[in-house]
């Protein structure tokens, strides 16, 4: 498809859609700590149904000091998020903002590796600053005579004008091999630009951490001091950092015990950071929603063996591509050999992009282009429900206790079923052509009208259904409980063979 009305499609309906969130909002202070009579039928609705080590006070309460206070504030743990190819810090607000509801403090990262659709980075001092990133420093006379484009003489004007430096960094196509991402790319993957963006990733993870780690010793003024994400600035927030409580944010994070989790090459670089175990000792766990296995970079030495909890989430549609599943598979087998809890799981009906944002806001194109089977917002369900009953294993008690009472009823998504609910299923493999990139849809208009249809009657009791009790049907539906398919997880020793079942 042609890219400039696809862009303008996509710039039109999504430019000015809100994340449902509040900027720079107050950190809230966790649950109450209360009994049953006080908290009501409301607070017990929400979850706290175990109230055995909670105390009941009656009569007039003394006003906490300042200490009872800090030391009742609830701590948080914190995830490490990476966003795939092509994505930003806001793709995945969806699954990123659900996990925050549950009491995470998730940084979602905006990587500047040439990964990303496009970001800025904002630098100190004057104009002449830039000339240290290499940039083009023809006159704007010479760069219209040499190139012909009014479009970058008026934007290069417009920015001088302003005399605040910065650089673009926009998304870098490999040199000869544009399509390295295929799965039927007679070249494969560019090893060498993947490796070396994977590994200033590590780096910028690194850097996230440390800032965190300021602000948790109370250094957030210094943090808002620093930051060039400010108002005035390119690609920066209208608030930037202002009116956060930056004492507020002292002593609140959990820094041991990190996750790191990732999409499509942020899998890649969740499953390499959980490798670099000398230098990321305060990761823990690493979740890896729908990993691009062939970009993983190549280490079969002891030391960086996976020795880490694992959870590896996929799509039905990457579940076909047999050398990306056979890839991440090594991973899952490598994690369970350390004796680690290792799980391998796939959303059934899912596609590559279930697990971002686009699922959400463009379900119909989805549906139709992608050939998703799954209801979207189901499909982000279950990822995050997913994620929670791996940290309910795998995070120390402490960090999730006073949250996780208020958690979803938990599914067993992780839970091996036995029988044919968990026979991998190829009715709806695709053509190679279109592997890892769409499903394929036998009989697909009879299908799609049976499923209008049943949308215009009452759902059976077996689909799943939102807070608010709407029912999530899509376009098959397969009842709670059938929806993921176990690969691999601690009380399974058998591992099916995708690779070969379709073969």
């Known amino acids: 498809m042609p890219n400039a009305p696809v862009a303008t499609y996509v710039a039109s309906t999504s430019m000015f859609t809100k994340l449902p969130a509040w900027r720079n909002a107050k950190l809230s202070d966790g649950p109450p700590l209360a009994g049953p009579e006080e908290m009501g039928e409301e607070a017990l609705n929400r979850g706290f149904s175990d109230t055995s080590e909670l105390t009941l006070v009656w009569g007039p309460r003394p006003v906490p000091d300042a200490e009872e206070l800090r030391r009742w504030r609830a701590k948080y743990p914190v995830i490490m998020f990476s966003h795939g190819l092509g994505g930003s810090r806001t793709v995945y607000s969806t699954i990123c903002g659900e996990l925050a509801s549950y009491g995470f403090v998730v940084v979602a990262m905006e990587h500047r590796d040439g990964s990303g659709a496009r970001t800025y980075v904002n630098k100190e001092g004057s104009s002449p600053d830039l000339c240290s990133q290499n940039l083009d420093r023809r006159s704007n ?65 690194q850097e996230a951490f440390h800032i965190l780690g300021m602000i948790n010793d109370g250094q957030g003024e210094e943090v808002a001091r620093r930051n060039l994400r400010k108002k005035g600035n390119k690609g ?48 823990s766990q690493g979740i890896l ?10 280490d079969s030495s002891e030391e960086h063996k996976i020795q880490k909890p694992i959870l590896a989430l996929g799509s039905e549609a990457f579940m076909h591509w047999k050398d990306n599943f056979e890839r991440v598979e090594k991973l899952c087998l490598e994690a369970r050999d350390a004796g680690v809890p290792s799980w391998m799981t796939t959303i059934r009906g899912s596609v590559h992009l279930a697990a971002s944002d686009f699922a959400v806001l463009y379900p119909n194109w989805m549906s139709l282009l992608m050939k998703s ?56 493999r695709p053509d190679e052509k279109w592997v890892a990139a769409r499903l394929k849809i036998p009989h697909e208009f009879k299908l799609r009208v049976r499923g209008w249809a049943k949308r215009r009657i009452q759902p059976g009791p077996d689909i799943p259904r939102d807070r608010r009790g709407k029912p999530l049907a899509g376009l098959v ?14 009380d399974k020793e058998e591992v099916p063979n995708v690779s070969e079942e379709a073969e």
Not at 289 to 298: F, I, S, T
Request: aromatic share 10%.
């Open 141 to 205: 006379t010479e760069r219209e005579k040499e190139d012909g484009s009014i479009f970058k003489t008026k934007r290069q004007r417009k920015k001088n004008g302003k005399k605040k430096p910065y650089y673009m960094v926009d998304y870098l196509f490999p040199l000869d091999n544009t399509q390295d991402t295929r799965p039927n790319n007679p070249a494969g993957v560019d090893t060498e630009l993947r490796s070396a963006q994977i590994e200033m990733r590590c780096a910028e993870i």
């Open 236 to 283: 920066s927030s209208s608030k930037g950092l202002i009116g956060i409580d930056w004492e507020d944010w002292t002593g609140r994070l959990y820094l041991q015990d990190v996750t790191m989790m990732g999409h499509s090459f942020g899998g890649a670089t969740a499953a390499q950071v959980l490798r670099m175990r000398e230098d990321f000792t305060w990761i």
């Open 289 to 298: 929603l729908d990993a691009w296995g062939p970009a993983m970079p190549e």
């Open 373 to 428: 089977l799954v209801n979207p917002k189901r499909a982000i369900q279950l990822h995050v429900e997913s994620a929670l009953e791996f940290f309910r294993m795998t995070l120390p008690e402490q960090h999730h206790a006073r949250f996780s009472k208020a958690w979803p009823f938990e599914e067993g998504l992780l839970t091996t079923t036995a029988g044919a609910a968990n026979e991998v299923s190829l009715d709806f």
């Open 477 to 490: 539906d397969w009842g709670a409980g059938n929806e993921i398919w176990v690969h691999i997880s601690p």
